[in-house]
C-alpha cells in the first residue's frame, strides 16, 4: 500500500476515535455541568469541558491532515483556480482577434469564437455540428491536406497559409495554426485550429511587388521585371527552337517636349504612348518601360528579321499619328534598335546591350527609323519590309500580271499547254519576278490572295482562248508550299472554278516537291480532294526534295517535272544524265507523264525526246509572255485530256 494512503488511513482512524470520544466527553460534561449543585464539582465540569474544547481543535487538526492526504484541499483550490482560468480563457477566447474553432475527435465543429464569425461571415448555429470542409475554398489540391493531415499526425500541430471561403463565397488566405488536444488519458479529443485573415498582408505585398516590378507612370513593367521575363521566354524559345526579338524604342526629341512644354505634359505623352504601344501587340509580346524616353519590346515568335523589322515599322507608323493632349496635338518620331535572338545575343542582358548600340545606329543614321544590330542586315531587312508594303498595295492596284509560258509535245513539237508564271509590274522598278516577291508573300501571308489571283486569271484566259478556238490541253498554275498545307486550297480552287466556269480537266495544279514531302500524309489527303474536283496534279521541281518512293507511288499524280537545274547539264554532264534517265524511268513506271523545265538547248530538247520525255518547257520553245504574245502557230487542236490516272 502506498504511504500516502497508509497516512490517510491512520489520520482518518484518528479523526474517528477522536470525533467518537468528543461527542461522547462533551455530551457526558454537559450533562453533569447542568446535572451538578456542587460549586468545586462544576468547576472541574467546565475545565474538563475546556478540554473537551481543545480535544475538538485536535479533531480539526486531523481533519485537516486527513484532507491534505486525500488531496481533497488541493482539489478544491485547484478547482477553483481551473475556473479563474476558465474565465479568463473564455474572455481571451472571446476578445481575440484571431479566429479560433474547435472540433471533436470526430472532426465536427463544437465551438467557435466571435472573430470566428467575423472573418468568416458564419454565425455559431451555422457552423456548430459541420465540418471545417464546408469553408474549403477549392484552390488546394488533396495532396495539400493529404501533407497537412501527416504532419499534424506526427506533430501533432501543423501550421501554414490555407485558402478558405467566407460565407459570401469570397475566397482568402488565411496563416493557420491547428493543434491536436488530448484528455487526461492522453486520448485525441479535440482540434483547435487558431487562424488569422490575411488577405491584407497579401494585398499590400502584392501592391509592393507591383511597385517593384512596375513603372510608376505608365504601369507598364519595368527594367527588372523585363529582364526577367526575357530571360524566361529566351529559356522557352530556346527548348522550342524558336527565334526571339528585341526592340528598344526611344522616341526622338522627346526632351524638348519636356523642356518647352513642361514635365507635366511630357508625363501625359509618354502615358499616351504607352497606351498605344500597349494596344498595338496581342500575347507573346512584352512592353515595357525602361526609364525616360526608352521603351522595349520582346517578341517572343519571331523567326526572321524580316518580321522584326516589319514589327519595328509597324511601332513607327503607328507613334507618328498626332497625340492630342491638353489641346496640344504632338507628334513624335520614332527611333528603333533590334537585336535578335539566338543569331545576335543569347542572353537578356546581351539582346539589350546590342539593341542598345543598334539603337545609336540609328539615331546616328538620321532618327525616325529603325536598324538592325547586324548592319548588312538592316539594308536586306529594310528592302524586304518596304517589299511587302508594296506588295499589298500591288495587289490592290493590280499591278501583278500573269505571263504564260508555253509547254511543247517533245514527239510533234506542238504547244499544248501553258504554264502561269506570275510578275509584278512595279511603277518605278519595272517587271519584277516572282523568286523576288514570292518568298515575302510567303511570310506575310499575302501568298494566299495571289495564288488565288493568278489561278482566276489563268481560268478566265483559258476559257476566253477555248472560246476563240484555240485548244490547249491545260493551264498550270503553281500553288505555293504555304497554302497546299492548308484546308482552304480546295475550297478556294473549287470557287475559283465556280466562278470561271472552266471544265476543271483543264486546270492543271503545280505543287512542289518539298511541298508534298514536308507533310507527306496531309499532302495525301490534300490532293485526293483536289483530284475529286476533276484537277489535273503535277509535282514540280521534282529531284530537288526528298521523295520516299514508296510515298510517291500513293500520289493522286499525273505528272513529274523535272527540275530545270538537272536539265541545265543535259546532254554533257554525267550526273544529270544519270537524274534525269532515272526520273523519266520512274515516272513512266507509275504510270505518269514527264515534264523537262528550262530547255534552252536544242541538244537539250534532243536528248530528252530520245529518252522519251514527253512534255518539254523552256526559252527554246519560248520565255514567258503576255497572253496575246503567245505563239499560237504550233496550237494543235488536241482532244480533252483522259481524266484517269
Ligand atoms: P517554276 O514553277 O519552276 O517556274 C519555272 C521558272 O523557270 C520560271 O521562273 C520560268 O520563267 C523559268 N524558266 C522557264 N524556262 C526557262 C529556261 O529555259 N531557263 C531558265 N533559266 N529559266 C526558265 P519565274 O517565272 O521567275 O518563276 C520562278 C518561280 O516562282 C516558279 O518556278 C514558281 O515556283 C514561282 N512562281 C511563279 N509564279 C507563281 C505563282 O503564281 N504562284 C506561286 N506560288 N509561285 C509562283
Ligand atoms: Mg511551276
Ligand atoms: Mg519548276
Not at 500575347?283 to 516589319?310: H, K, M, S, Y
Not at 539582346?351 to 547586324?374: E, F, I, M, P, V
Request: proline share 3%; charged share 25%; hydrophobic share 45%.
Amino acid at each position: 500500500m502506498p504511504a500516502t494512503y497508509r497516512d490517510a488511513l491512520r489520520a482518518a482512524l484518528l479523526y474517528l476515535l477522536l470525533s467518537i470520544v468528543w461527542l461522547e466527553l462533551s455530551g457526558y460534561l454537559l450533562n453533569s455541568i447542568f446535572d451538578s449543585s456542587d460549586e468545586q464539582l462544576r468547576w472541574q465540569l467546565i475545565s474538563g469541558y475546556v478540554w473537551v474544547v481543545l480535544s475538538a481543535g485536535l479533531i480539526f487538526l486531523a481533519r485537516a491532515r486527513l484532507f491534505r492526504c486525500l488531496g481533497i484541499g488541493a482539489k478544491l483550490r485547484a478547482r477553483d483556480e481551473d475556473q479563474v482560468r476558465l474565465r479568463q480563457a473564455a474572455a481571451v477566447f472571446d476578445c481575440t482577434r484571431e479566429g479560433v474553432l474547435v472540433t471533436d475527435n470526430e472532426g465536427l465543429i463544437v465551438h467557435v469564437n466571435r472573430a470566428f464569425m467575423e472573418i468568416t461571415g458564419y454565425q455559431h448555429d451555422e457552423v456548430l455540428g459541420q465540418r471545417p470542409s464546408l469553408f474549403k475554398s477549392g484552390r488546394h489540391s488533396t495532396a495539400f491536406y493529404q501533407s497537412m493531415f501527416t504532419t499534424l499526425g506526427s506533430t501533432g500541430e501543423w501550421s501554414g497559409e490555407i485558402w478558405n471561403r467566407r460565407k459570401n463565397g469570397e475566397i482568402y488566405p488565411q496563416w493557420q495554426t491547428i493543434r491536436i488536444i488530448h484528455d487526461d488519458e492522453g486520448r485525441r479529443s479535440h482540434y483547435v485550429a487558431v487562424f488569422t485573415d490575411i488577405s491584407a498582408i497579401k494585398n499590400s505585398e502584392h501592391e509592393l511587388m507591383h511597385l517593384a516590378h512596375h513603372d510608376p507612370l505608365t504601369d507598364l513593367p519595368n527594367r527588372l521585371l523585363f529582364t526577367d521575363r526575357a530571360e524566361q521566354a529566351l529559356a522557352s524559345a530556346q527548348n522550342h527552337k524558336r527565334g526571339c526579338a528585341l526592340l528598344l524604342i526611344d522616341l526622338d526629341h522627346f526632351k524638348m517636349i519636356n523642356d518647352s512644354l513642361g514635365h507635366t505634359i511630357g508625363d501625359q505623352l509618354l502615358k499616351a504612348v504607352a497606351e498605344r504601344l500597349k494596344a498595338m501587340f496581342g500575347p507573346g509580346i512584352t512592353l515595357a518601360r525602361l526609364g525616360g524616353d526608352e521603351f522595349a519590346v520582346l517578341a517572343e515568335n519571331c523567326p526572321q528579321l524580316v518580321q522584326a523589322a516589319a514589327l519595328a515599322q509597324r511601332i513607327i507608323d503607328g507613334l507618328k499619328e498626332a497625340f492630342p493632349i491638353e489641346g496640344h496635338q504632338l507628334f513624335i518620331n520614332t527611333s528603333i534598335g533590334i537585336s535578335l535572338f539566338p543569331a545576335d545575343a543569347l542572353s537578356a542582358e546581351q539582346l539589350l546591350r546590342n539593341a542598345d548600340s543598334a539603337l545609336s545606329k540609328a539615331k546616328n543614321t538620321g532618327r525616325n527609323g529603325y536598324a538592325l544590330y547586324t548592319e548588312e542586315l538592316t539594308a536586306h531587312a529594310q528592302q524586304r519590309v518596304e517589299t511587302a508594303f508594296e506588295l499589298r498595295r500591288a495587289l490592290e492596284q493590280q499591278e501583278l500580271r500573269v505571263h504564260y509560258q508555253p509547254v511543247h509535245d517533245l514527239k510533234t513539237r506542238r504547244l499544248i499547254g501553258v504554264e502561269a508564271l506570275v510578275r509584278w509590274e512595279h511603277p518605278q522598278r519595272g517587271l519584277i519576278s516572282p523568286a523576288e516577291f514570292i518568298p515575302i508573300a510567303e511570310r506575310t501571308g499575302l501568298i494566299a490572295e495571289i495564288d488565288a489571283w493568278v489561278m482566276h486569271q489563268s481560268c478566265l484566259q483559258m476559257c476566253q482562248w477555248q472560246r476563240a478556238g484555240v485548244a490547249l490541253s491545260f493551264v498550270a498554275v503553281n500553288v505555293s508550299s504555304r497554302l497546299f498545307a492548308r484546308r482552304e486550297l480546295y475550297q478556294q480552287v473549287a470557287q475559283v472554278l465556280r466562278e470561271t466556269g472552266l471544265d476543271p480537266a483543264y486546270l492543271e495544279l503545280e505543287v512542289t516537291e518539298s511541298a508534298v514531302m514536308d507533310d507527306p500524309e496531309v499532302a495525301l489527303e490534300q490532293m485526293h480532294r483536289l483530284r475529286e474536283l476533276g484537277v489535273r496534279l503535277a509535282i514540280d521541281d521534282f529531284g530537288t526534295g526528298y521523295s520516299s518512293l514508296l510515298r510517291l507511288k500513293r500520289l493522286p499524280v499525273q505528272k513529274l517535272k523535272i527540275d530545270q537545274g538537272f536539265v541545265a547539264g543535259l546532254p554533257c554532264d554525267d550526273d544529270d544524265v544519270a537524274i534525269v534517265r532515272v526520273i523519266i524511268a520512274l515516272a513512266q513506271s507509275m504510270g505518269m507523264q514527264v515534264h523537262a523545265e528550262g530547255i534552252e538547248q536544242a541538244e537539250q530538247a534532243r536528248f530528252l525526246l530520245e529518252h522519251a520525255c514527253d512534255l518539254g518547257q523552256g526559252y527554246w520553245f519560248g520565255r514567258p509572255v503576255p497572253a496575246e504574245q503567245l505563239d499560237w502557230m504550233h496550237a494543235p487542236i488536241i482532244e480533252k485530256p483522259p481524266q484517269t490516272l
